[in-house]
């Protein structure tokens, strides 16, 4: 099932991004599936869109666990796809961990090789967030590549890019505030369920489906760790979510 699927993606990263990486690894081990099963172009959007989600964290908890050399193939093969598929932000997130996985591997020439990449992709796409979800890692690495660059004299556009990124990790206490683990549309969802409307109501105020409505539902149950929307209303109130 599609959703369980993606839910179990959810609660993957989550555990990640809390440091908690043998209880993500048990939580990947458990559900029984393997990045295999993914290796297939699909032109069906839903099924790329799973793909790419499941890539990214399967391969996050690889580098995560210290197997470099499992998860480079992986995301070599997978950001190829992602090129010929035209997905700009599925490949600039695998750069963004080629780049990561290097570095961890001591491999200076390839980190610079693929954070490159990225810096070109970021500055078609204006796509930041790929870059938050990582700033703790890239932090270092930005700064490693902008004394690089500073020591060889060169005059070059991604560094300004550089910069600029490092200002919004600078700016930004995203990985410290737990509202902001939620999408733009879940807190469009958290505010209609403020209200006490239905998901049927909710479907109508937002324009989606009730299924939409009801996976942002459960993905928001997950991320505020409750089990109802009466309990999910309480805890955004208390977070000044609502």
């Known amino acids: 099932d599609r959703l369980a699927r993606l839910l179990t993606f959810l609660r993957i990263d989550l555990l990640l991004r809390a440091q908690s990486i043998p209880e993500a690894r048990a939580e990947l081990d458990q559900s029984g599936i393997s990045i295999e099963d993914y290796k297939s172009s699909s032109k069906n959007q839903s099924a790329w869109r799973e793909r790419d989600t499941a890539v990214h964290v399967i391969t996050r908890l690889l580098i995560k666990e210290g197997h470099y050399r499992q998860a480079l193939p992986l995301l070599d093969h997978f950001s190829k796809q992602a090129r010929t598929d035209g997905h700009v932000r599925a490949r600039m997130k695998y750069k963004i961990l080629q780049a990561i996985a290097h570095h961890k591997n001591n491999d200076t020439a390839q980190q610079w090789v693929h954070l490159d990449a990225a810096l ?13 979800d990582e700033q703790e890692e890239l932090k270092s690495i930005f700064k490693d590549y902008l ?9 070059r556009l991604n560094a300004q890019h550089v910069k600029s990124i490092l200002k919004q990790f600078n700016q930004s206490s995203y990985q410290n505030q737990p509202e902001q683990l ?6 469009e969802v958290l505010q209609q369920l403020g209200h006490g ?3 049927k109501i909710i479907a109508r105020k937002i324009d989606v489906s009730e299924s939409t409505v009801r996976f942002h539902l459960r993905n928001i149950f997950v991320k505020l760790h409750v089990k109802s929307r009466l309990q ?3 805890v955004a109130r208390q977070k000044n979510l609502i």
Request: proline share 0%; net charge negative; aromatic share 12%.
């Open 120 to 132: 070109d992709l970021y500055a078609r796409s204006r796509f930041v967030r790929s870059f938050l």
């Open 147 to 155: 004394n690089t660059v500073e020591e060889a004299g060169q005059e």
């Open 182 to 187: 939620l999408s733009q549309r879940e807190e």
């Open 197 to 199: 409307y239905s998901n």
């Open 232 to 234: 999910a209303v309480a």
